[in-house]
């Protein structure tokens, strides 16, 4: 039998790798090099805060459409002539929501819950039921300033991955050198699976739960994957119903339409933001974007305009690929002709596939397509060492967060593949979340210039920075200083990246002491 002190000397068991690990791995490394105040390394390391909660909404009465084989047995079913087709809200996965009085006033030919429609498919009417969902909210750090980060709507959502996302983004505003710590949120769906209303009333029922963790000077969110400015509208109008000082809370949300306090250039930024780090990456070199070509995972808010940017400055996309395939034209695919296909209302699934101006090819063959650069604007994870091995690009820019795995980014290092690290490549985003907050603070309008003209400064500053503490190289230049950050030997770009976000966080810790 073991005695008392045989069982007390049982060694730890080995923590369980997790995707919060993984993606704490540079910050244990960055931290060890740099030797941060264990105390300060210990408040980083896990989040402040970690809140689960759950959302109720009433969905619709949906019509779900039946497969062949199963519609055989409606053979004689006659059609319902619909009278009020706008009731009618199509879903990419093929459902059908029935808003307002849709089938009112039709001829409606049912069985036994079943209708045909005149597109001469058999649905099954499913009435509307109460659901309920998994919210997340999860802030890391405030050291510097509110916690700040996006909601992110999407099936795979979980608090390991929103724990990853938070602390990304409390590195990321101490890189972009805004007053704001990290946070990330979400809700456990998948939004294309629901009616624009029922988006509404789930989205209004999780700020109600929200409400008392966050404000504009506590917590503010922005849009991430499966979120958009219309959802940023109506967070707000939520969080500011019946205040008496609506207006002064414009704030608590950023990613908002223009029209109603959104910022110029906010739709664009983190897009605008991977140019910018690009342009300045080939600036560094002698060369220029001007001929270059891209291959781009995601054509979402950030790789489409990342793209078309791109594309503006002379750089020629070969392929791209979403959640639904890949297309390649070895010519060059029009960008603009692309982004509106994909914007195109009759576009359910807002993807690619399907474009005229490109071929069709596997969807992992993306990773085989030669070009200079690759920009990864999907979700996490995606360039796992097999990949990496795969890959034919000279440059990544990450715009997507976590895109690239501890594993691919040693294959990356071994294969001299370069690399412009996701909380420097992707930090435009909040670094114009913040210039909103700003304009809104102050009830001030910028220019689309001038936001612009800003965030060109801030980006190339801080990336510059990152790029002297990789290559050792402290100085100071008319427009950034990197000698306090420097630390005397070279290292990669990832770790260069994060010793400047721990430095900048340390010395708020440092400087002002703990609260006791
Ligand atoms: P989005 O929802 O607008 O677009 C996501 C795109 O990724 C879509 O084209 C989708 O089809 C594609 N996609 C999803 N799953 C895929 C898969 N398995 N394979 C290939 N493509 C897939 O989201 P977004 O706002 O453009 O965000 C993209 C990434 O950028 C995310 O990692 C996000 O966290 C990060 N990011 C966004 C912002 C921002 O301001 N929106 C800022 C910083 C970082």
Redesign the pocket.
């Known amino acids: 039998m073991a005695s008392e002190e045989t069982f007390m000397r049982a060694p730890a068991p080995t923590p369980k790798r997790t995707i919060y690990t993984e993606a704490m791995e540079i910050f244990h490394f960055a931290a060890d090099l740099i030797g941060l105040d264990k105390r300060v390394r210990l408040e980083l390391e896990e989040p402040d805060y970690e809140h689960i909660f759950y959302v109720t909404a009433k969905l619709k009465d949906r019509l779900v459409p039946l497969l062949p084989e199963e519609a055989k047995s409606f053979a004689d079913l006659s059609v319902t002539q619909v009278r009020n087709t706008e009731g009618l809200e199509r879903l990419a996965n093929g459902n059908i929501i029935l808003n307002g009085r849709a089938l009112l006033g039709s001829d409606v030919a049912i069985r036994h819950g079943h209708l045909r429609l005149p597109d001469g498919l058999v649905y099954q009417l499913v009435p509307g039921e109460s659901q309920r969902f998994k919210a997340y909210r999860v802030q890391h750090n405030q050291a510097r300033g509110p916690y700040k980060g996006?909601l992110?709507y999407h099936r795979e959502v979980s608090l390991d991955l929103f724990k990853a996302?938070a602390a990304e983004m409390t590195w990321?505003t101490a890189i972009a050198e805004v007053p704001f710590g990290g946070g990330k949120g979400g809700i456990q769906l998948d939004p294309r699976e629901y009616g624009r209303e029922e988006i509404e009333a789930i989205t209004l029922r999780f700020m109600y739960r929200l409400k008392s963790l966050i404000g504009p000077n506590i917590d503010i969110p922005?849009?991430?994957?499966?979120?958009?400015p219309e959802i940023m509208a109506l967070l707000y109008r939520q969080f500011s119903d019946g205040e008496r000082e609506r207006h002064n809370l414009r704030g608590i949300v950023t990613?908002k339409d223009v029209r109603i306090g959104g910022s110029e250039g906010r739709g664009k930024?983190?897009g605008q933001g991977v140019a910018f780090c690009i342009e300045d990456y080939y600036a560094d070199r002698g060369e220029s974007v001007k001929g270059k070509t891209f291959v781009l995972?995601?054509?979402?808010?950030?790789?489409?305009h990342a793209a078309i940017i791109l594309g503006n400055m002379g750089a020629r996309l070969l392929a791209v690929?979403?959640?639904?395939g890949s297309i390649f034209n070895g010519d060059g695919i029009d960008v603009n002709a692309l982004a509106a296909y994909?914007s195109d209302p009759k576009n359910l699934k807002?993807?690619?596939i399907g474009f005229p101006g490109a071929q069709r090819i596997e969807?992992k063959d993306l990773w085989d397509v030669q070009a200079d650069i690759l920009v990864p604007?999907?979700?996490?994870g995606?360039i796992t060492a097999d990949v990496a091995e795969r890959l034919k690009v000279k440059l990544i820019a990450e715009?997507?967060?976590?895109?690239t795995t501890p594993e691919a980014d040693r294959v990356l290092q071994k294969r001299g593949i370069e690399l412009i690290p996701?909380i420097i490549a992707?930090?435009?985003?909040?670094t114009v979340?913040y210039y909103e907050w700003i304009q809104n603070k102050r009830m001030e309008r910028w220019s689309e210039a001038e936001v612009d003209q800003r965030l060109e400064r801030a980006m190339k500053r801080n990336y510059r920075i990152i790029r002297d503490i990789s290559r050792n190289q402290p100085r100071k230049t008319e427009m950034h200083d990197s000698r306090p950050y420097c630390i005397g030997k070279a290292v990669d770009s990832r770790c260069a990246a994060m010793i400047l976000a721990l430095k900048r966080i340390e010395a708020h810790y440092l400087l002002e002491g703990f609260s006791q």
């Open positions: 996006g992110r996302l990321k922005a849009p991430d994957v499966g979120t958009n990613g930024a983190t995972q995601g054509f979402g808010n950030v790789g489409s690929n979403d959640a639904d994909v807002r993807s690619v969807k604007a999907a979700l996490g995606e715009g997507a967060n976590g895109p996701d992707n930090a435009g985003g909040v979340s």
